[in-house]
């Protein structure tokens, strides 16, 4: 008897997603995250400070997903919508994460806006790839990653990852990634 005969299996779906804004009709869970949520993460805490006070927290960004079981087998998606800022001039971007099954890839399909998918394994190698409109970033099993938005508009991506991958943010709080995004007379540099 095959594993899929052990088992329940699921009927087919399908779902609107507006290319356009990133919304997702019906989105089962939203998770939001704000400037205050990224305290540990800019290499300038006092400007994250300065911009919690002035700006009164504002919303650095959103996943929009509809869970499957979280098992082998299944395909996780979610839209992620980060907004456009600067902290100290470091871009706007996201906490980052391995995942807890460190040996599960992730597609990015950008669908709006600009910027970089930054990327590190454990043992010291770091990447960054480009994200804009219409590119896939593909992030290899064991690499943590952080998108950054660097242009003026939300960067909005369809994500596509196993159900089991899970999310390990693991050393990301203490040591960052290798490198960051700043912009610098009207340019964005990488350090
Ligand atoms: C994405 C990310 C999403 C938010 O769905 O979870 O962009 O980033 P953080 O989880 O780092 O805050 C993904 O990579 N899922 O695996
Ligand atoms: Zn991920």
Redesign the pocket.
Known sequence: MGKAASKKIADPFSIGINLETGEMANPARHLV?RASDMRGHYADPAALEKLIKDQGDPLH?E?FEVPVPQEDGELMY?I?KLQPGAVGGEFFM????Y?SVAGTA?IYLCIRGGGYMLMKTADGKSAAEKMSRGRMVYVPPFWA???VNTGDEPLISF?V?PGH?G?NYGDIETEGFPRRVFQANGQVVIR
Do not use: L
């Open positions: 995250r960004y996943v979610c992620s996201t906490k980052g994460h995942h992730e990653h952080r998108s994500c990852y991958a999310h």
